[in-house]
């Protein structure tokens, strides 16, 4: 009964782990920004670490976490807030990032740890593990269910967001020009503010 519960979620399960990865988000903005600043090999640490962070977030959902959310709802706000304040202080340093050569050792991509520590006011990073953990039956345990999602977020995730790296790195050659790359990182900035539309709309509803 066990493996007929997981086998008739699983396709379900690995096509929303690959669509809510591939699509824009905060992770996959700072992801493309980072490979053509840095490169694929430098910004391999963040990548790891929005995976590790994304499946460490899956599992203390699944152990008691969301208890904590539906228990304590002004959580929900204050965590959007920080959201908020946070991205919009990454999209001014990306969009403030002068040209490759003039920022060589003076900036450095983000750390593994440091990339699993966003996720926890990355509200994209929310709405995936809580609508995992709600809507995607893997087992009748919710921890045990838990356990499955952070796996797959891994196997089916991280192949997506290695993309997007993998694209601001094939970037780099074609925006070499530093006025070019000025305008790259403005309208990155600005890609990173507009996912926070979710939120915005929350005010005006």
């Known amino acids: 009964m066990l493996q007929d519960t997981v086998f008739s979620a699983l396709p379900a399960a690995i096509l929303f782990a690959l669509v809510s990865s591939i699509t824009p988000g905060p992770n996959n903005m700072m992801l493309l920004a980072s490979g053509i600043n840095f490169g ?4 391999t640490p963040h990548m790891v670490g929005i995976s590790l962070g994304v499946a460490s977030m899956m599992l203390a959902v699944g152990f008691g976490l969301g208890k904590i959310f539906l228990r304590f709802p002004v959580l929900y706000p204050v965590l959007e807030a920080c959201s908020v304040a946070y991205l919009l202080y990454l999209a001014w340093k990306i969009g403030t990032s002068g040209a490759i050569e003039s920022r060589k ?6 750390r593994l740890y440091e990339g699993m520590a966003f996720q926890l006011i990355n509200p ?7 609508t995992a953990a709600t809507t995607l039956h893997l087992s009748a345990d919710f921890g045990t269910n838990a356990q499955y999602m952070a796996i797959i977020f891994c196997l089916a995730g991280f192949p997506c967001i290695c993309l997007w790296a993998a694209f601001g790195t094939a970037m780099r050659r074609a925006l070499s020009r530093p006025s070019w790359i000025r305008t790259f990182n403005i309208v990155m ?6 996912t926070l539309y979710p939120v915005a709309m929350k005010f005006f509803a």
């Open 40 to 43: 694929l090999r430098r910004t």
């Open 105 to 110: 050792g003076t900036e450095r991509p983000m």
């Open 124 to 130: 994209k990073a929310w709405m995936m593990v809580l």
């Open 189 to 194: 900035a600005l890609s990173l503010v507009a």
